[in-house]
């Protein structure tokens, strides 16, 4: 009995293991603004890199969890002031496996790790969405529309931003 059982198991995880991707990919965000307590300054163009892990089940729908690092990015209203984010997700996504178009849904807690700003920093929540598009094996474009939630001062605010990337997925065998 221990063999079926030990057999099972392994059986199971490479299975998983075949059906996994890794994802990564970097971009820019074009449009951004923060709000909150009558607080309304755009937010210059900034970078992130990402990165994720989605475990594949039913053949187009995938689960799993990620993290972006949005990079220092000013406020545009020259206060001279600058942010950093990190946030951590989990994430579902469903594609159109023939076309290679699909959808993204991300929700998770976003810390702020650096800032200009004075007070105490808390993060907050974090969701976006994106519709992306697999170019050619492995190499993938996204749109994304992302919202950061972040507390200073004991004021609550949000970060929202459109953004544009590229990326590859690394099939795990």
């Given at each position: 009995?221990?063999?079926?059982?030990?057999?099972?198991?392994?059986?199971?995880?490479?299975?998983g293991?075949?059906?996994?991707?890794?994802?990564?990919?970097?971009?820019?965000?074009?449009?951004?603004?923060?709000?909150?307590?009558?607080?309304?300054p755009?937010?210059?163009?900034g970078?992130?890199?990402?990165g994720?892990?989605?475990?594949?089940?039913?053949?187009?729908?995938?689960?799993?969890a990620?993290?972006?690092?949005?990079?220092?990015?000013?406020?545009d209203?020259?206060?001279n002031?600058?942010?950093?984010?990190?946030?951590?997700?989990?994430?579902?996504?469903?594609?159109?496996?023939?076309?290679?178009?699909?959808?993204?849904?991300?929700?998770?807690f976003?810390t702020?790790?650096?800032?200009?700003?004075?007070?105490?920093?808390?993060?907050?929540?974090?969701?976006?969405g994106?519709?992306?598009?697999?170019?050619?094996?492995?190499?993938?474009?996204?749109?994304s529309?992302?919202?950061?939630?972040?507390s200073?001062?004991?004021n609550?605010?949000?970060?929202?931003k459109i953004?544009l990337s590229?990326g590859?997925?690394?099939?795990?065998?």
């Open positions: 009995m221990k063999k079926v059982i030990s057999a099972a198991a392994v059986l199971l995880f490479f299975a293991v075949g059906f996994a991707e890794l994802n990564v990919k970097i971009g820019v965000d074009v449009l951004g603004n923060i709000k909150g307590d009558g607080y309304n755009d937010v210059k163009v970078s992130t890199l990402s994720e892990y989605l475990y594949t089940l039913l053949g187009a729908v995938g689960l799993g990620g993290f972006e690092y949005l990079y220092s990015r000013p406020i209203e020259g206060a002031l600058e942010f950093t984010f990190l946030p951590i997700y989990a994430t579902a996504k469903v594609k159109v496996p023939i076309v290679g178009v699909y959808a993204k849904a991300n929700a998770g976003n702020i790790i650096a800032s200009d700003f004075s007070g105490d920093k808390k993060g907050g929540f974090f969701v976006s994106a519709l992306g598009w697999e170019i050619l094996a492995g190499l993938f474009t996204e749109i529309y992302g919202s950061y939630g972040f200073i001062g004991g609550d605010y949000e970060y929202r953004g590229v590859y997925s690394f099939k795990l065998i």
